[in-house]
Nanobody, 119 residues
């Protein structure tokens, strides 16, 4: 079945950086828009960043603009989230999400990777 597998999470000090990866399998990756969401304890899941199927357009939550960069490599079936200048409030489980460009009802979630920003 379709798999989205996140990696790259961990513990980092404030001001540090992490690079998350999400590797997709059993989908035609280039036909999917990809997003990163996050969910902190006691809070709702929120959209962090998204990228179109061809990488031509991206968007970011106001809280991460200028600090996070989303990118994708369709040859490697992988989407990335480069996170710089991390803050304690970035602490959350980060999830990868794929939605089919031709039918939005076809979508998949990864299982998430924990990011903890703490000194």
């Amino acid at each position: 079945q379709v798999q989205l597998v996140e990696s790259g999470g961990g513990l980092v000090q404030p001001g540090g950086s992490l690079r998350l990866s999400c590797a997709a399998s059993r989908i035609t990756f280039s036909n999917y828009a990809m997003s990163w969401y996050r969910q902190a304890p006691g809070k709702e899941r929120e959209l962090v960043s998204a990228i179109t199927y061809d990488g031509g357009s991206t968007n970011y939550a106001d809280s991460v603009k200028g600090r996070f960069t989303i990118s994708r490599d369709n040859a490697k079936n992988t989407v990335y989230l480069q996170m710089n200048s991390l803050k304690p409030e970035d602490t959350a489980v980060y999830y990868c999400y794929a939605v089919y460009r031709f039918r939005s009802s076809v979508d998949y979630w990864g299982r998430g990777t924990q990011v903890t920003v703490s000194s």
